[in-house]
């Protein structure tokens, strides 16, 4: 079964840029579209980027629209989240996961922005 694990999240000011991995172990990790999601205090998970398996086809939440991109290098079995123009309201954890959220979830990797 593929497992998760995100990392890349820190501490930032509004304005500033961060990038998001999610390795996966797996040889099936291809095979699936993925998607990131987030968590903020006291609110439910919600996904906030798709990508299908090859990587042509992607979704963004409107909040994050014009912000956030999402990739995926199947070679490396990893997907990307380039958030830039980074918000307060975008404080949360992420975590990545199938795009329908099939897989048992990661530790997440904590994105604090301050303003």
């Known amino acids: 079964q593929v497992q998760l694990v995100q990392s890349g999240g820190g501490l930032v000011q509004a304005g500033d840029s961060l990038r998001l991995s999610c390795a996966a172990s797996?040889?099936?990790?291809?095979?699936?579209?993925m998607g990131w999601f987030r968590q903020a205090p006291g609110k439910g998970r919600e996904l906030v980027a798709a990508i299908n398996w090859s990587g042509d086809n992607t979704v963004v939440a409107d909040s994050a629209k014009g912000r956030f991109t999402i990739s995926r290098d199947n070679a490396k079995n990893t997907v990307y989240l380039q958030m830039n123009s980074l918000k307060t309201e975008d404080t949360a954890v992420y975590y990545c996961n199938t795009n329908t959220a099939d897989l048992p979830w990661g530790q997440g990797t904590q994105v604090t922005v301050s303003s």
């Open positions: 797996g040889r099936t990790f291809h095979s699936y579209a």
